[in-house]
T-cell receptor
Framework: KAGVTQTPRYLIKTRGQQVTLSCSPISGHRSVSWYQQTPGQGLQFLFEYFSETQRNKGNFPGRFSGRQFSNSRSEMNVSTLELGDSALYLC??????????????FGPGTRLTVT | DAKTTQPNSMESNEEEPVHLPCNHSTISGTDYIHWYRQLPSQGPEYVIHGLTSNVNNRMASLAIAEDRKSSTLILHRATLRDAAVYYCILKVPAGANNLFFGTGTRLTVIP
């Protein structure tokens, strides 16, 4: 079974631009979560989607948004990029929405650099 | 989610067992204990999880204290590939899938 794939792997953008990152979950997985990882803040939860609905959202500004398609693929968008948005963005997929017993499988991440 | 406390770093010699501790004194009766690890330049990887009883899988063992206020991840024979940051996370049953990562324990394996 193919793992979680994320595209692109690396991205360089300029302040003020917007960016869209893509995540394809493991086949059969219907839950997709997004995380931001920075050296200063560590791994932080952005949002989770299940069956095209956002189930939970972390403490990030409205510039960060996402969506999930009927095939469970997900995208996240960051508008009006700031220097502080430079980070590794990780996507994780899971069989179902219940977090207690389902493990999450992470992709390799998209390294975003904002200049 | 309840908070966990882990040592910032640990060292182990290659091929020796490693015991990674985690304190979670505010754990509720239904919280699951999950462990993930992140190897350099990779996304986190699921290791193991448990509720009350000790658990074993091909990667590791999880020993849970009787009062559930602490747990220990056991790597039976550390290899260089086990060098990673290990995260102990508590999950509420039937809650959202988001994981709240703390700072974790950076494990260094010495050849």
């Amino acid at each position: 079974k193919a793992g979680v794939t994320q595209t692109p792997r690396y991205l360089i953008k300029t302040r003020g631009q917007q960016v869209t990152l893509s995540c394809s979950p493991i086949s059969g997985h219907r839950s997709v979560s997004w995380y931001q990882q920075t050296p200063g803040q560590g791994l932080q939860f952005l949002f989770e989607y299940f069956s095209e609905t956002q189930r939970n959202k972390g403490n990030f500004p409205g510039r960060f948004s996402g969506r999930q398609f009927s095939n469970s693929r997900s995208e996240m968008n960051v508008s009006t990029l700031e220097l502080g948005d430079s980070a590794l963005y990780l996507c994780a997929s899971s069989l179902g929405p219940s977090g207690a017993t389902y493990e999450q499988y992470f992709g390799p991440g998209t390294r975003l650099t904002v200049t | 989610d309840a908070k966990t406390t882990q040592p910032n770093s640990m060292e182990s010699n290659e091929e020796e067992p490693v015991h990674l501790p985690c304190n979670h004194s505010t754990i509720s009766g239904t919280d699951y204990i999950h462990w993930y690890r992140q190897l350099p330049s990779q996304g986190p990887e699921y290791v193991i999880h448990g509720l009350t009883s000790n658990v074993n899988n091909r990667m590791a063992s999880l020993a849970i204290a009787e009062d559930r206020k602490s747990s220990t991840l056991i790597l039976h024979r550390a290899t260089l590939r086990d060098a990673a940051v290990y995260y102990c996370i508590l999950k509420v049953p039937a809650g959202a899938n988001n994981l709240f990562f703390g700072t974790g324990t950076r494990l260094t394996v010495i050849p």
